[in-house]
């Protein structure tokens, strides 16, 4: 047992911060703000993805045989890692390491929360999210 699926939920736009609200299943939208693509769906990584930047409202999630190598990760939703990733992360939700991953790289976050057995480079800044 779950909680409902929301019919709608609010993102933030990557490009240019503005808050609007998305169907739950969009893929993909365009921003009321700026106009330009924003995807909106959750980027689920099951292999190696060698991509110069990962960018959703939604989560980004890696599983265990996913590897992602990126200049810049901007996921408004959070971050999960259960494989690898080599990237520089803002991630507006809260990023979890699991135990069996690997991260390098700068992050913003949140919050955080690693997993015992995590191997992880980088710096950390976990920002207050505030009242
Ligand atoms: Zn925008």
């Known amino acids: 047992m779950g909680t409902p699926t929301p019919t709608h939920h609010s993102v933030r736009c990557y490009h240019c911060d503005h808050p609007f609200d998305v169907g739950a299943r ?7 703000g700026c106009n330009q693509r924003v ?13 110069s930047r ?5 989560r980004l999630v890696i599983e265990k ?4 190598i990126a ?11 259960m494989g ?12 979890v390491i ?8 700068d992050c913003r976050a949140p919050t955080m929360a690693i997993r015992r057995g995590a ?3 980088g710096e950390f800044e976990v920002l207050d999210p505030g009242p």
Request: proline share 5%; hydrophobic share 40%; with cysteine.
């Open 26 to 32: 969009a893929a993909s939208t365009n921003c009321p």
């Open 39 to 51: 995807v909106v769906e959750d980027v689920v990584i099951k292999k190696l993805m060698p991509v």
């Open 54 to 58: 990962v960018q959703t409202c939604g």
């Open 65 to 68: 045989k996913g590897t992602v």
């Open 71 to 81: 200049e810049v990760v901007q996921a408004q939703g959070g971050v999960e890692v």
């Open 84 to 95: 690898s990733l080599d990237a520089r992360v803002e991630s507006g939700g809260p990023v």
């Open 98 to 105: 699991g135990a069996s991953a690997r991260w390098k790289g």
């Open 119 to 121: 191997r992880i480079e």
